[in-house]
């Protein structure tokens, strides 16, 4: 139990650092969308997969409201999301885009299956360490697709006329 | 089917209807609300029902969680987004005033109205006019993180 606890404070720690530090300042709004988008659509997806039985978070914040661990969705995916989208290179080759996108979601489902594997906060019932890489590439692509048309349209947004992006 | 469920599920086509009245040049701004406004009330939905302060007795996603699903995550966003879509910025302060305070207690009101006759929502160590403030305060952050979003000024 102190063990979960500690990884959680660590996630709220690292997310926080990790967004300022990895989130240039210029890229700040890109960077809150792309954190509430992501945010939105795991929540949507874990409902019904909370529901059904494809995983479950025993050592959970608010054991009494939900059965959805608060941190991982609500807060630490979403960061990394965040870091991830406005990290991303736009016009590099298709390849390299793959790579980087591979190696995100990678690096997230093996940190999701070790978790599962040494801790209580997420226990895995029909879902395997595979299906989580497509759970978590499924909502990466959603996600960024998203974000994607919101900054489409750059004249519809004043913060991009003001502040132009280089990447 | 209880009359409970059929309120929630007109909650969506009532949501999506709601949509159309928000211009299309404020669709950005709308999104950005929605999103923020999701990201306050799931959480604070999440808490008052963790302290015990609130039950939703009829809901979605009834035996994952105990917080109201659709109200949270679906209908309190959609009426945000079309509160900061419509904001009268133009306006003289009463009417700006007068915006809040119409939004805030027909959302209230309702809120009352659900409480007494249906199974949706009973207050237990709750008051309405928390529910009144809060709601407020909702619709205050969201027009502040809004403005900041759409703002030319600098970045934090």
Not at chain 2, 44 to 61: K, S
Request: proline share 3%; hydrophobic share 50%; glycine share 4%.
């Amino acid at each position: 139990m102190l063990m979960e606890r500690l990884i959680l404070a660590a996630m709220w720690l690292f997310g926080f650092v990790g967004f300022f530090l990895f989130v240039p300042r210029k890229d700040r709004r890109k960077g809150l969308l792309a954190f509430m988008v992501f945010q939105s659509f795991i929540w949507l997806c874990d409902m019904p997969s909370f529901k059904y039985g494809l995983l479950s978070a025993p050592v959970r914040e608010f054991p009494k409201a939900t059965d959805l661990s608060i941190t991982i969705n609500y807060f630490f995916y979403p960061i990394l999301f965040s870091i991830f989208y406005v990290r991303r290179r736009v016009k590099t080759a298709l390849w390299s885009k793959f790579i980087y996108f591979a190696g995100w979601i990678s690096g997230i489902s093996l940190f999701d299956v070790v978790l599962e594997r040494y801790t209580d906060l997420l226990e895995y019932g029909s879902l395997t360490g595979y299906g989580m890489w497509i759970y978590i590439a499924i909502l990466f692509l959603v996600s960024q697709f998203c974000c994607n048309w919101f900054f489409k349209d750059k004249s519809l947004f004043q913060a991009e006329r003001v502040e132009p992006h280089e990447n | 089917m209880r009359i409970e469920y059929w309120l929630l599920l007109s909650a969506y086509p009532i949501g999506m209807a709601i949509l159309f009245f928000i211009p299309k040049n404020k669709i950005r701004l709308a999104v950005v609300a929605f999103l923020f406004t999701q990201l306050i009330t799931f959480l604070l939905g999440l808490v008052v029902v963790e302290l015990g302060l609130l039950q939703y007795p009829v809901r979605f996603f009834a035996s994952i969680n105990r917080a109201s699903f659709t109200y949270e995550y679906f209908f309190l966003p959609v009426i945000c987004a079309l509160f900061n879509a419509r904001y009268p910025s133009n306006r003289s302060t009463l009417i700006q005033c007068g915006y809040y305070i119409g939004y805030t207690s027909i959302l209230t009101i309702s809120e009352i109205l659900f409480e007494k006759y249906t199974d949706l929502i009973k207050y237990i160590n709750w008051e309405w006019y928390i529910t009144w403030v809060t709601v407020c305060l909702t619709f205050y952050l969201t027009r502040i993180l809004s403005l900041w979003f759409f703002s030319k000024g600098k970045v934090l």
